[in-house]
């Protein structure tokens, strides 16, 4: 399991998942299957898996491990609930929204019952439960939640803590969904400014909010800011992400829709076929995220002139979503 850990800070994904699963066999062989360390690794290997976009082999897992916990635990206990949120991240990873806003429902419910109300993992609750509303379009009630949780983050938590960045990130989003535009264009700037300076360039939380903004300056007609932020997000991802890594994927599509904005219609295609592959390898043929790159790149034949193509395309991707 440290070999594992050693390996993804050296940036190996594919010996680190070696490690892991060894060390998983090893624990499951010696130990048995409900034991601590063998749910511990069986743990560690599912957010590997999920960091490479192997998200079905990590639902496996997450499943299993949760089966074991609800058998060998009383009820409550942190460590189902635990797996409870970790599950209903890989439901969402996958596009399953219904199963994952079910389970983090109950998982918030349990957490308040247990916890005080400011307590990390309960206010962790409240910020995933609101991803499940926007997920669903369920906006307004994305945004109360949003703004709660970030009140009480801010009322427990320095301004400057990776959690408050967080919810001020995911506060922004929700204003924009409600019209608020001006609103969210500030707070995510705000949110850069802040990130640029406690964290490493490359780090994924100030990769995830560059994205976002500069899907904001495309929203508001602000091409030419898109893709100077695009383009620079998706550099710092080729350097620290696996090409299957999903973040990755939606950064090579963002800037595909910043070049189409700007009549870059070439270059747009190019991302749009690599964008597509990758998502086929890395989610179910019908997943939301697979079937929009697959009407994406449809849009770029027809931009291009190959209208057969776009129209083949079209087709499938409409009989996928039927």
Not at 96 to 111: G, H, I, M, S
Request: aromatic content about 4%.
């Amino acid at each position: 399991m440290t070999l594992g850990t050693t390996f993804w800070d050296l940036g190996d994904s594919k010996k680190a998942v070696e490690q892991e699963e060894r060390a998983r066999a090893i624990y499951t062989e010696h130990l048995g299957p409900d034991h601590q360390q063998t749910l511990s690794s069986m743990h560690n290997l599912a957010v590997s898996y999920a960091a490479m976009g192997r998200h079905g082999d990590a639902l496996k897992l997450r499943e299993d491990s949760l089966a074991i916990r609800k058998r060998v635990l009383p009820p409550d206990h942190p460590d189902i609930l635990s797996s409870m949120n970790n599950l209903a991240n890989n439901y969402a990873a996958l596009g399953r929204y219904v199963d994952a806003l079910k389970l983090r429902e109950e998982t918030l419910a349990a957490r308040k019952r247990v916890l005080t109300p400011d307590h990390p993992d309960t206010l962790r609750s409240m910020n995933n439960l609101a991803l499940s509303f926007r997920d669903l379009d369920r906006t307004i009630e994305a945004l109360k939640l949003n703004e709660e949780t970030l009140a009480a983050r801010r009322r427990v938590l320095p301004p400057d803590h990776p959690d408050t960045l967080q919810s001020m990130g995911n506060l922004a989003l929700s204003y924009w969904d409600v019209g608020r535009h001006a609103d969210a264009l500030k707070m995510l700037e705000d949110v850069l400014t802040i990130r640029k300076r406690v964290l490493p360039p490359d780090h994924p939380d100030t990769l995830k909010c560059q994205r976002n903004l500069a899907s904001i300056y495309s929203e508001l007609g602000r091409h030419a800011e898109a893709l100077r932020l695009q383009e620079e997000t998706l550099d710092s991802q080729k350097r620290v992400l696996p090409p299957s890594h999903p973040d990755r994927i939606a950064g090579m599509s963002n800037l595909a829709g910043s070049y189409e904005a700007l009549g870059r219609h070439e270059d747009a295609f190019k991302l749009r076929e690599e964008t597509l592959a990758a998502f086929k390898r890395a989610l179910p043929p019908n997943h939301p995220d697979t079937l929009s790159a697959m009407n994406n790149l449809a849009n770029s034949y027809y931009a291009l002139g190959r209208h057969p193509d776009a129209l083949r395309l079209y087709e499938e991707t409409l009989a996928a979503r039927l």
